[in-house]
Nanobody, 127 residues
Framework: QVHLVESGGGSVQAGGSLRLSCTAS????????MGWFRQAPGLEREGVAG????????EYADSVKGRFTISTDTSKTTLYLQMQSLKAEDTAMYYC????????????????????WGQGTQVTVSS
């Protein structure tokens, strides 16, 4: 089964940038649904960005459109989330998620689509 490990989180000032990485191992993700989700204490989990690695379909939450970019490397072993113009409300634990052999999907921003999850990386934005 695929194993996911996130990295790249940290503390930044509002307006700054961070790039999160999610390394997948143990299984091919060449035809997979993958996504980034976040959750702040006391709040519900929110889908941030999702993509299908084979078809190139990408979805973003309205709150991050124009600021965040999801991508993979050419080997499809690492998922990235480039975050720019960060705001205080972006503060959360960010999780990488994957669904291998993703032949069917309905919403790439719905965590219920994804059976495999990383442990998360904390992003803190101060103003």
């Amino acid at each position: 089964q695929v194993h996911l490990v996130e990295s790249g989180g940290g503390s930044v000032q509002a307006g700054g940038s961070l790039r999160l990485s999610c390394t997948a191992s143990g299984y091919s993700v060449s035809w997979a649904c993958m996504g980034w989700f976040r959750q702040a204490p006391g709040l519900e989990r929110e889908g941030v960005a999702g993509m299908h690695t084979g078809e190139g379909i990408i979805e973003y939450a309205d709150s991050v459109k124009g600021r965040f970019t999801i991508s993979t490397d050419t080997s499809k072993t690492t998922l990235y989330l480039q975050m720019q113009s960060l705001k205080a409300e972006d503060t959360a634990m960010y999780y990488c998620a994957a669904k291998t052999d993703c032949y069917f999907f309905s919403d790439l921003l719905d965590g219920r689509e994804f059976p495999r999850w990383g442990q998360g990386t904390q992003v803190t934005v101060s103003s």
